[in-house]
């Protein structure tokens, strides 16, 4: 985030790091059942203080994560951690999911949600190696309220300038062309699901393994 020559594509995360309105939460081993019941607990107390730190804020939560996960764990085996998180998310979810918020990943306005709120996900990962922008020595998750997003676009000529801007420092920073699953929110051709864990090529799968838990189950 702080490095000048080289900098990090994403230009408000850039900006949400400098003034300081990034949080930080921490949680054991990705493969544990406890670490999802942990990144639930960071989520929800996010969200209720999430206003507070300001228009650029995200949540970033690393994982500990073993040394040889880190050297054996494939970019699929990971993919597969990562929506094992967000279908346990779902499942422990005291707060019913948003009525305004589809229910089907294939609906261009569908997107997770997590204690009422409206997320978008973003997973880094130390297997990733051509997409640079998606490596990580720790698996993490950058998690940003979609009002931050909203807050952003409403900015207008600016926010375009700065679309483009991050699109050309991404052409700089990866070895590979972008992700030809990078859109924007609310596109008729846009599936938000496919850019929350972006492949180390330009593959995909074909189908969201996200399943919404229909009705909350409190725990105890």
Not at 34 to 41: H, R, T, V
């Amino acid at each position: 985030m702080k490095d000048k020559e080289r900098p990090f594509p994403c230009i408000p995360a850039t900006q949400g790091f400098a003034l300081n309105q990034f949080r930080y939460g921490f949680a054991g081993d990705p493969r544990s059942e406890k670490s999802i019941e942990e990144l639930g607990d960071l989520l929800a107390l996010y969200t209720e203080t999430a206003k507070e730190n300001g228009p650029y804020t995200s949540l970033l939560v690393f994982f500990e994560t073993p040394l040889d996960v880190k050297e054996t764990f494939s970019t699929e085996q990971w993919e597969q951690l990562f929506w094992k998180h967000l279908n346990g998310l779902s499942q422990i979810d005291e707060i019913e999911w948003p009525a305004h918020i589809p229910s089907d990943p294939l609906h261009p306005l569908w997107e997770f949600c997590y204690h009422g709120e409206q997320y978008f996900m973003y997973c880094g990962t130390p297997s990733h190696r051509n997409r640079k922008s998606r490596h990580s020595e720790e698996y993490v998750l950058a998690i940003t309220p979609r009002w931050v997003l909203e807050e952003f676009g409403k900015q207008g000529e600016y926010a375009r300038k700065i679309k483009s801007q991050v699109r050309k420092r991404l052409e700089n920073y990866d070895t590979i062309d972008i992700h030809p699953d990078l859109n924007s929110y609310g596109n008729p051709e846009n599936y938000e699901w496919k850019q929350y864990f972006l492949h180390d090529d330009d593959t995909s799968i074909a189908k969201c393994p996200f399943h919404r838990t229909i009705k909350s189950s409190n725990r105890k």
